[in-house]
DNA sequence: GACATTTGACCTAA
DNA sequence: TTAGGTCAAATGTC
């Protein structure tokens, strides 16, 4: 999915959820029996959150343009998460996602680094994918942004040919889809706490188990461990956590758990 | 003990 | 020279 500039997305993302936030207040409005005022109030409130977003990300185009000559994105006022990489020339060229709650994309990613970026308070995280050994090039690098706290402003470099190529040669492929908890700031139970006494789940939360016999392979190989070397391969299931009181702190720190269940896909995803 | 994550250091493009 | 991207040793967890 290669979409336009960051901005135009969060933009257009933006619009999409100020209409939307409008068209439910209108509906509240009417509503009847009447609703109550505080559902009318947080309707507005969600409606006022997408105009200043809209108007930040606005300003921040206009000063970029502005100044088009300086390097510096800390002068700008569109978050560093969503301004255009300034340098990314090894590897092949991205494509960008924003994605609200989740930053899952059914691959299974390994974490490789988190750097401090100028002008912006979050972090950002650089994965690779798992099966790198298997010969998969592709890497991520995720972002929060900003100004919309919920929303994470992905890039994806290379291809998967692990999809394509290692996955397929499984019997039991790779997930075509995450499990993923919706990394937010609004204080969502984590997945794993939640999925932990889950009857549909398990495995989950057998941390050690998902590194021991999920893991992926290559990377720094000596502490990788192949999956065609596992007997007891299954599916895994890429879960992100995000206490809320920690990434409100700007900490940015979730964990990412890979976790294996033993269930079959189909039974995971119904 | 085995493995994943963290984080400081290093590399390199701009 | 700066800062983004990556590496790899140290550390933490199970």
């Known amino acids: ?18 209409q939307s936030a409008a068209h439910l207040r209108e509906l509240l409005r009417a509503a009847s029996p009447p609703v109550q005022v505080e559902h009318q109030a947080l309707a507005a409130e969600i409606l006022r959150c997408c105009d200043r977003v809209i108007a ?14 300086d390097r510096g994105a800390t002068s700008c006022h569109l978050p560093a998460a969503a301004m255009p990489s300034k340098r990314r020339v090894r590897g092949a060229e991205a494509h960008r996602e924003v994605q609200t709650d989740t930053t899952a994309d059914g691959f299974v990613w390994r974490k490789y680094g988190q750097k401090d970026i100028n002008g ?3 972090p950002r995280l650089y ?21 919309e706290p919920a929303a994470f402003v992905i890039a994806y470099y290379g291809e998967h040919t692990c999809g394509a190529a290692f996955c397929q040669q499984r019997a039991e492929p790779l997930p075509p889809t995450v499990v993923d908890s ?17 009857p549909l789940l398990p495995s989950l939360g057998a941390k050690q188990g998902a590194r021991r016999h999920g893991a992926a392979p290559g990377d720094t190989s000596r502490r990788w461990l192949s999956p065609s070397s596992s007997s007891s391969y299954s599916s895994e299931v890429e879960l992100g956590t995000s206490p809320a009181e920690e990434f409100l702190d700007g900490n940015f720190d979730w964990e990412w758990e890979t976790v294996v269940n033993s269930l079959s896909f189909g039974d995971l995803l119904h």
């Open 127 to 147: 994965y690779r994918c798992a099966f790198r050994g298997e010969g998969c090039a592709a890497t991520r690098r995720v972002q929060r942004s900003q100004e």
């Open 56 to 69: 930040a990300v606005t300003a921040g185009a206009t000063d970029k343009k502005r100044k088009a000559t």
């Open 182 to 198: 919706g990394s937010n700031a609004c204080g969502v139970v984590s997945a794993v706490d939640r999925n932990r006494d889950s």
């Open 1 to 18: 999915m290669a979409l336009a500039t960051p901005t135009a997305v969060v933009l257009e993302l933006m619009t999409m959820g100020q």
């Open 120 to 122: 912006s308070k979050h």
